[in-house]
């Protein structure tokens, strides 16, 4: 039983290859995604990279420190190929589920809660669509998504750590726009496959598990979706980044018009009726002040995460992206966003 928020991290880069985390992974091959880097290096080659990359970037030390800073849960994207051979349509990207595993293991050891993550992004035209074959067409391979959630969830859902499954990553909803309608995976298709998965999970898995179900950018399209007494345990996943954000001033005042979007965004998820978490935030600022010092920009962004975590205060869940990157990022490497937080703040 829940007893407390999830306030966690999320695990990016580690069973998922992102090259913003471990830049080192794609150096050499010129490469920005997966597909091109083992295009770029051969099949073999790729194959050691991720493995070597999978065994030496979390450890059971991550987790132990993950939870003495005060977190208790993690968010762990994992990719659709993650059994392999075993399918779905087994292709050449490494599977991972023994490291799947083992973030159980590590997880359970120190009392945190695992949130499998189903990296596949509906919509999208990234790296994350592009490893699913007929990518084009999510009528296509929906039906790999399902019973690649149904492996995931007979394989977890005993697990003491097992807090549910959310069942996409960065989904993109078309949207119409006067006489024009943006690229994107219609909604009417993107609700039907959360109904399906909801199903998959609650055959699997009973009625206590989460299924989380991303909003796909479009926090106003989900009005009285799944929240009748017929569903149990959904929430809707809500990712807010702004630091791409235009801002028409600096310091505290632009902050606080961040911070504002946010609960606006946040108000507008939560007319669905629906519990809302936001499962990816970060620290980072869309401007840098040159008349700024380094310590009056710390001071900043200090100001900046106290007041997305009370913007988030009603939320039944957060997860910071993400635990850690390789050039320990500043705003997006909790290790070193949120290294001067008390650890009764992230509670």
Request: aromatic share 10%; hydrophobic share 40%; charged share 20%.
């Given at each position: 039983?829940q007893?407390r928020?999830f306030?966690?991290?999320?695990l990016?880069?580690?069973?998922?290859?992102?090259s913003?985390?471990?830049?080192?992974l794609f150096?050499d091959?010129?490469?920005?995604?997966?597909?091109?880097?083992m295009?770029?290096?051969?099949?073999?080659?790729?194959?050691?990279?991720?493995?070597r990359?999978?065994?030496g970037?979390m450890?059971?030390s991550?987790f132990?420190?993950?939870?003495?800073r005060?977190?208790n849960?993690?968010?762990?994207?994992?990719p659709?190929?993650?059994?392999?051979?075993?399918?779905?349509?087994?292709?050449?990207?490494?599977g991972?589920?023994?490291?799947?595993d083992?973030?159980?293991?590590?997880?359970e050891?120190?009392?945190?809660g695992?949130?499998?993550?189903l990296?596949?992004?509906p919509?999208?035209?990234?790296?994350?669509?592009?490893?699913?074959?007929n990518?084009?067409?999510f009528?296509a391979?929906?039906?790999?998504?399902l019973?690649?959630?149904?492996a995931?969830?007979?394989?977890?859902?005993?697990?003491?750590?097992?807090?549910?499954?959310?069942v996409?990553?960065?989904?993109?909803?078309?949207?119409?726009?006067?006489?024009t309608?943006?690229?994107?995976?219609?909604?009417?298709?993107l609700?039907?496959?959360?109904?399906?998965?909801?199903?998959?999970?609650?055959?699997?898995?009973?009625?206590?598990a989460?299924v989380?179900?991303?909003?796909?950018?479009?926090p106003?399209a989900w009005?009285?979706?799944?929240?009748?007494?017929?569903?149990?345990?959904?929430?809707l996943?809500?990712?807010?980044f702004?630091?791409?954000d235009?801002?028409?001033?600096?310091?505290?005042?632009?902050v606080?018009?961040?911070?504002?979007?946010?609960?606006?965004?946040?108000?507008?998820?939560?007319?669905?009726?629906?519990?809302?978490m936001?499962?990816?935030?970060?620290?980072?600022?869309?401007?840098?002040?040159?008349?700024?010092?380094?310590?009056?920009?710390i001071?900043?962004?200090?100001?900046?995460?106290?007041e997305?975590?009370?913007?988030f205060?009603r939320?039944?869940g957060?997860?910071?992206?993400?635990?850690?990157?390789?050039?320990r990022?500043?705003g997006?490497?909790?290790?070193?966003?949120l290294a001067?937080?008390?650890r009764?703040m992230?509670?």
């Amino acid at each position: 039983m829940q007893i407390r928020a999830f306030h966690g991290v999320n695990l990016s880069g580690w069973l998922t290859l992102d090259s913003w985390v471990t830049p080192e992974l794609f150096a050499d091959s010129g490469a920005l995604d997966e597909p091109t880097l083992m295009a770029s290096v051969g099949r073999h080659r790729y194959q050691e990279l991720v493995e070597r990359h999978r065994e030496g970037f979390m450890s059971q030390s991550d987790f132990t420190q993950i939870a003495s800073r005060g977190f208790n849960a993690v968010r762990l994207p994992i990719p659709w190929y993650a059994f392999g051979q075993q399918g779905p349509e087994p292709g050449p990207y490494v599977g991972c589920v023994t490291h799947v595993d083992n973030a159980f293991d590590w997880a359970e050891e120190v009392g945190l809660g695992v949130l499998p993550v189903l990296a596949v992004s509906p919509g999208a035209p990234s790296e994350a669509s592009s490893l699913v074959r007929n990518q084009g067409d999510f009528k296509a391979y929906r039906e790999d998504l399902l019973n690649v959630i149904a492996a995931l969830t007979k394989r977890y859902a005993t697990r003491i750590g097992f807090l549910g499954i959310e069942v996409a990553d960065d989904p993109v909803a078309q949207t119409r726009r006067g006489f024009t309608v943006t690229d994107g995976v219609p909604l009417h298709l993107l609700r039907n496959y959360y109904r399906d998965a909801y199903d998959t999970v609650r055959t699997i898995a009973g009625g206590d598990a989460l299924v989380v179900l991303p909003d796909a950018g479009r926090p106003e399209a989900w009005r009285s979706f799944m929240a009748q007494d017929a569903y149990r345990n959904v929430w809707l996943d809500c990712h807010l980044f702004h630091h791409t954000d235009h801002v028409d001033a600096s310091g505290p005042s632009a902050v606080r018009g961040l911070v504002d979007k946010s609960r606006a965004y946040l108000d507008k998820a939560r007319r669905s009726g629906l519990p809302t978490m936001v499962g990816k935030w970060s620290a980072s600022l869309p401007y840098a002040d040159a008349m700024m010092t380094p310590e009056g920009q710390i001071a900043l962004a200090r100001v900046y995460v106290s007041e997305q975590l009370t913007a988030f205060a009603r939320c039944p869940g957060w997860f910071f992206q993400t635990w850690k990157t390789s050039g320990r990022l500043v705003g997006w490497d909790a290790r070193v966003a949120l290294a001067t937080f008390e650890r009764r703040m992230l509670t």
